[in-house]
Nanobody
Framework: QVQLVESGGALVQPGGSLRLSCAAS????????MAWFRQGPGKEREFVAA????????YYDHSVEGRFTISRDNAKNTVYLQMNKMKPEETAVHYC????????????????????WGQGTQVTVSS
């Protein structure tokens, strides 16, 4: 099974940018679809973005589309989340997730569809 370690969380000002990384180990990275979720204070974990195993399909929550970009480098066993024009309400612990299963339709957006999770990295958007 795959192990996931997120990094890159930080304090960023509203309107600023940040790039998160998730390094995978323990299995063949290119077997896995990858995703980012976030969980704010007192909130449920919510979908942010996902990318398929090859990197040629991406999925975004409507709230981040056009501002965030998910990408992956299979040679480096890493998935990234570039976040631009960030908002204070996006303060949250950001989690990387993986699954080797094929996903269809809306299943990409549900935490229950993802099998492996990192420990999370804190992102705080504040002036």
């Amino acid at each position: 099974q795959v192990q996931l370690v997120e990094s890159g969380g930080a304090l960023v000002q509203p309107g600023g940018s940040l790039r998160l990384s998730c390094a995978a180990s323990g299995d063949t990275f290119s077997r896995y679809n990858m995703a980012w979720f976030r969980q704010g204070p007192g909130k449920e974990r919510e979908f942010v973005a996902a990318i398929n195993w090859s990197g040629n399909s991406t999925y975004y929550d409507h709230s981040v589309e056009g501002r965030f970009t998910i990408s992956r480098d299979n040679a480096k066993n890493t998935v990234y989340l570039q976040m631009n024009k960030m908002k204070p309400e996006e303060t949250a612990v950001h989690y990387c997730a993986a699954t080797p299963k094929a996903l269809y339709g809306s299943s990409w957006y549900f935490a229950s569809a993802w099998d492996y999770w990192g420990q999370g990295t804190q992102v705080t958007v504040s002036s």
